[in-house]
């Protein structure tokens, strides 16, 4: 890399020198599972009202450039990615990571232009990689949380990482590929202020046919500022109105791999991941309730400021506002000792005995940030009081089961991608992948 180069000359140079050899083993399984957890909660959410809203935006038949849905006929690459990604994001089940959700947008757009081109998995995995690397090196150098600013991050910059994989399988130069990138930084938006609804997932869609639609204009010769993403009134710039975002030195995006560093947390609630740590700890103290869940009088769960601010709905009445609920996930979880998504509908959200407890859980923001993701405390803190006074407090959860730091293996993954409606055929079709064409 040049290091006069600016930001996104030197990520269109990172993106065209990038290499399938180049990708360490390790990375390469854990875009391997993250791309298996995504097709596993798209099939979840192919029958989703949302998804059949954006089904209806796009032209599919028989023929076209990539599958919709699975096994739901074809279309240009571009729809399919749209449609898959909202598909897979419309029951917030898919995998986390870099303040977002990598999987949901990266591994649509890249199935749907790896058929498209007729590229290996290989050559697949490698522009996962670049679409991560490319957004992990843009989301660390702001030092305020998006989340807390109101924007989407996985629409923001899942956006522009999509251009990224995009350029990458199109084998675009470095310069056509910093142009593609220059071209999604116009194109990314998302606000959470639409958490709870269903342009949630619309805005992960959004970002990922953005995304091969940038790629695909830079190829014909669509340009965008060579300094569109460090620029004082560029990209990193505009979202970060106090200021605290570095524009200026060296492009570290594989130096070292943040996908080693970071990875991918898997999801085994098909709620917030803001909610997880929560979770766990409910159902940990839940052995020590038996016999006495009528008489808990009040449920007090110590989260993150951040954390608190995603999780917009403390009345929840339907599914959706339920996966954005603290009161209803620790509810749900203690009356009935799980958290799957038979729990996500209308009906459980509803049900009278959860509806009077989620009442009486209370949410302590806690100003303490952890220092390697500061989006999160330290730790979530639960306890719950009984009608006698007696407290219960269950041990403090740092990392939730399935965060990179406390992987689930390969068979709970494949129970989890088997339980969301997915086959045996499928499943090993994605883990058995060496270099054949990505069908």
Same mark, same amino acid.
């Not at 023929?63 to 399919?80: F, N, T």
């Not at 869609?205 to 500022?225: I, K």
């Not at 106090?242 to 709620?271: E, F, H, S």
């Not at 999780?311 to 339907?318: F, G, I, K």
């Given at each position: 890399?040049?290091?006069?180069?600016?930001?996104?000359?030197?990520?269109?140079?990172?993106?065209?020198?990038?290499?399938?050899?180049?990708?360490?083993?390790?990375?390469?399984?854990?875009?391997?599972?993250?791309?298996?957890?995504?097709?596993?909660?798209?099939?979840?959410?192919?029958?989703?009202?949302?998804?059949?809203?954006?089904?209806?935006?796009?032209?599919?038949?028989?023929?076209?450039? $990539? &599958?919709? *849905?699975?096994? #739901? %006929?074809?279309?240009?690459? +571009? =729809? @399919?990615?749209?449609?898959?990604?909202?598909?897979?994001?419309?029951?917030?089940?898919?995998?986390?990571?870099?303040?977002?959700?990598?999987?949901?947008?990266?591994?649509?757009?890249?199935?749907?232009?790896?058929?498209?081109?007729?590229?290996?998995?290989?050559?697949?995995?490698?522009?996962?990689?670049?679409?991560?690397?490319?957004?992990?090196?843009?989301?660390?150098?702001?030092?305020?949380?998006?989340?807390?600013?109101?924007?989407?991050?996985?629409?923001?910059?899942?956006?522009?990482?999509?251009?990224?994989?995009?350029?990458?399988?199109?084998?675009?130069?470095?310069?056509?590929?910093?142009?593609?990138?220059?071209?999604?930084?116009?194109?990314?938006?998302?606000?959470?202020?639409?958490?709870?609804?269903?342009?949630?997932?619309?805005?992960?869609?959004?970002?990922?046919?953005?995304?091969?639609? $940038? &790629?695909? *204009?830079?190829? #014909? %010769?669509?340009?965008?500022? +060579? =300094? @569109?993403?460090?620029?004082?009134?560029?990209?990193?710039?505009?979202?970060?109105?106090?200021?605290?975002?570095?524009?200026?030195?060296?492009?570290?995006?594989?130096?070292?791999?943040?996908?080693?560093?970071?990875?991918?947390?898997?999801?085994?609630?098909?709620?917030?991941?803001?909610?997880?740590?929560?979770?766990?700890?409910?159902?940990?103290?839940?052995?020590?309730?038996?016999?006495?869940?009528?008489?808990?009088?009040?449920?007090?769960?110590?989260?993150?400021?951040?954390?608190?601010?995603?999780?917009?709905?403390?009345?929840?009445?339907?599914?959706?506002?339920?996966?954005?609920?603290?009161?209803?996930?620790?509810?749900?979880?203690?009356?009935?000792?799980?958290?799957?998504?038979?729990?996500?509908?209308?009906?459980?959200?509803?049900?009278?005995?959860?509806?009077?407890?989620?009442?009486?859980?209370?949410?302590?923001?806690?100003?303490?940030?952890?220092?390697?993701? +500061?989006?999160?405390?330290?730790?979530?803190?639960?306890?719950?009081?009984?009608?006698?006074?007696?407290?219960?407090?269950?041990?403090?959860?740092?990392?939730?089961?399935?965060?990179?730091?406390?992987?689930?293996?390969?068979?709970?993954?494949?129970?989890?991608?088997?339980?969301?409606?997915?086959?045996?055929?499928?499943?090993?079709?994605?883990?058995?992948?060496?270099?054949?064409?990505?069908?």
């Amino acid at each position: 890399m040049n290091g006069m180069d600016g930001l996104t000359a030197s990520l269109g140079a990172f993106i065209a020198g990038l290499r399938p050899s180049d990708v360490p083993a390790e990375a390469r399984r854990t875009v391997r599972r993250g791309i298996a957890d995504c097709v596993g909660v798209l099939y979840a959410g192919r029958d989703e009202p949302v998804t059949g809203h954006a089904l209806a935006m796009v032209t599919v038949g028989a023929s076209g450039e $990539a &599958a919709v *849905l699975g096994d #739901r %006929g074809r279309a240009a690459a +571009p =729809d @399919a990615a749209f449609v898959n990604a909202t598909a897979a994001h419309a029951l917030d089940y898919d995998d986390t990571g870099l303040d977002g959700h990598p999987s949901v947008v990266l591994a649509p757009a890249v199935l749907a232009e790896a058929q498209r081109l007729g590229a290996t998995w290989g050559e697949a995995v490698a522009a996962y990689v670049a679409g991560y690397e490319t957004w992990a090196e843009l989301i660390f150098r702001d030092a305020d949380k998006h989340h807390g600013k109101g924007w989407h991050p996985t629409a923001v910059f899942g956006t522009v990482a999509c251009a990224a994989a995009s350029a990458h399988l199109r084998r675009l130069d470095p310069h056509r590929a910093a142009q593609a990138l220059g071209i999604a930084a116009s194109m990314a938006g998302g606000l959470v202020a639409n958490f709870g609804s269903m342009t949630k997932p619309l805005q992960v869609g959004w970002a990922a046919r953005n995304g091969l639609l $940038a &790629a695909g *204009l830079a190829e #014909r %010769g669509v340009t965008s500022s +060579p =300094d @569109a993403l460090e620029s004082p009134r560029g990209f990193l710039a505009a979202l970060s109105p106090a200021g605290r975002v570095r524009l200026d030195g060296a492009c570290r995006a594989g130096t070292p791999w943040q996908i080693l560093r970071q990875g991918l947390n898997i999801k085994r609630y098909p709620v917030c991941y803001a909610l997880h740590r929560a979770v766990d700890a409910a159902l940990s103290l839940r052995p020590r309730l038996q016999g006495r869940l009528h008489r808990i009088e009040r449920v007090t769960i110590a989260m993150g400021r951040l954390q608190a601010a995603m999780l917009r709905s403390s009345r929840p009445v339907t599914g959706l506002d339920a996966k954005f609920s603290a009161e209803y996930a620790l509810a749900c979880a203690l009356l009935n000792g799980r958290l799957g998504l038979a729990e996500l509908t209308d009906a459980a959200v509803n049900a009278p005995e959860v509806q009077a407890l989620l009442r009486r859980v209370q949410v302590e923001p806690l100003s303490t940030q952890d220092a390697e993701e +500061p989006l999160f405390s330290p730790a979530d803190l639960l306890r719950v009081q009984l009608d006698d006074g007696t407290l219960l407090d269950a041990e403090p959860v740092h990392r939730a089961l399935g965060h990179a730091t406390r992987p689930i293996d390969d068979a709970a993954l494949k129970a989890k991608f088997l339980d969301c409606g997915c086959t045996e055929a499928v499943w090993s079709a994605l883990m058995c992948q060496d270099e054949a064409l990505v069908a």
